[in-house]
């Protein structure tokens, strides 16, 4: 099963993309996390994205399916989920026709439905623990009073770059402007399903087991 997780930035999809990794061995394709990845490790691609990445615009559409074709190149994996890709039209053009050349079909759209002041809420605020990825919010779920993380007891709290009030609406603008055409897409190719993201972690889990036929 190769599915795509579609919404805003903060809907959630690197969240349930984690549970379906855990559930079903599927194999995660975060373009968010590649880049991050490449700029960390100083790479030429690293620099030439970074600035591009902390004021909230999309990199080339070049770039990102490049990172894309090399991992379906290499994965034999139980099935993809492509978490942050596509969020152009030339890029879910990209998608499909590398698809086609491995033989591997879309089977499902998932669009994880928030509302802007839940996405503005959910991001100014989060961080996430270094050690092993668990996820913290200042409001919702700070980090223990002793500073070490729940899960794995790590003191390495990290914040994204891009989440500040001002990246964000930067980032949603280009949400707006260049993925949110998608919708249209790939409901008109009869693969798009939405379930609503505003509700806890484990209910909006378990609409995506629905929509998955995994229950
Ligand atoms: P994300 O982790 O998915 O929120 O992505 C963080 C940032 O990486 C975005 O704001 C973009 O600058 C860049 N990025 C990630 N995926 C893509 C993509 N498919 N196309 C263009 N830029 C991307």
Known sequence: MNIILLGA?????????????????????????????AKDSGTEMGKLVAEVMSRGDLVTDEIVIGLIKEKLDGEQGAGFIFDGFPR???????????????NRDLDRVIEIQVDDTALIKRIV?????????????????????????SICGSTDVKRRADDNEESLKQRLMEYY????????????????????????????????????NLT
């Open 9 to 37: 930035p903060g809907a959630g999809k690197g969240t349930q993309a984690q549970f379906l990794v855990e559930s079903l061995g599927m194999v995660q394709l975060s373009t968010g996390d590649m880049l991050r990845e």
């Open 88 to 102: 152009t039209l030339a890029q879910a053009d990209a998608l499909g026709a590398l698809l086609k050349e491995c």
């Open 125 to 149: 605020g989060r961080s996430t623990c270094g050690g092993c990825g668990q996820v913290y919010h200042d409001e919702t779920k700070p980090w223990p009073l002793n500073g070490q993380c």
């Open 177 to 212: 402007k260049k993925t949110s055409p998608l919708l249209g897409y790939y409901f008109a190719k009869g693969n798009l399903i939405s379930i609503n993201g505003l509700l806890s972690m484990d209910e909006v889990r378990s609409s995506l087991k629905k929509v998955l």
